[in-house]
């Protein structure tokens, strides 16, 4: 038997657990892992016969934590697709007004230019806190993350748009 432990913020406890537990035992279902949430704390304990399951699991729970939505969460579990978080303070440092000035570029005006690189892209992209997270085929979110970097380090949106459509997206 194979164990593993993380935390999660209290925010998004509810989320992991669900509607009566929906969400966990969905987890548990999809994975064949055990997964054991400690509300209070923030502290999960997952375990499985098989680590690679445990990895998966972790790769869920990381997302939903990360802000998406339990379904979009459940794509992780195609081979072909992968989970990329971008820590804003390891990117651009820890300047607190910086970090919410890059978010607001990453997000757009209502939400425009994040729905812009996930379209462009096929991924789906979260940004809460310190963090964008995107889970997508792992070449297309790449892509995305490599857009993304690109315009937190002050490059126009009109020439990250071009440079994404330049790529090999997978369609």
């Not at 802000?67 to 072909?80: R, V």
């Not at 979260?126 to 002050?154: H, M, N, P, W, Y």
């Not at 490059?155 to 994404?164: C, D, M, P, Q």
Request: glycine residues 8%; hydrophobic residues 35%.
């Amino acid at each position: 038997m194979y164990i593993e432990e993380l935390k999660v913020t209290k925010e998004r406890i509810p989320i992991l657990i669900g509607k009566n537990g929906s969400i966990r035992k969905q987890i548990e279902l999809r994975t064949k892992t055990r997964v054991k949430i400690d509300s209070k704390e923030g502290d999960i304990q997952i375990s499985s016969e098989d680590p690679l399951n445990i990895y998966t699991t972790k790769l869920i729970i990381n997302a939903i934590s990360r802000g998406f939505n339990p379904e979009i969460a459940y794509q992780l579990l195609k081979e072909d697709f992968g989970l990329e978080i971008i820590s804003l303070p390891e990117v651009i440092g820890k300047n607190k007004n910086k970090i919410i000035r890059q978010r607001s570029r990453v997000i757009g005006e209502k939400g425009k230019c994040k729905h812009t690189i996930e379209f462009l892209t096929h991924t789906n992209i979260s940004v809460q806190g310190k963090t964008i997270s995107i889970i997508g085929q792992f070449q297309d979110a790449l892509v995305a993350r490599k857009g993304i970097e690109k315009l937190i380090q002050g490059s126009k949106h009109g020439n990250v748009y071009r440079w994404i459509e330049q790529q090999e997206v997978t369609t």
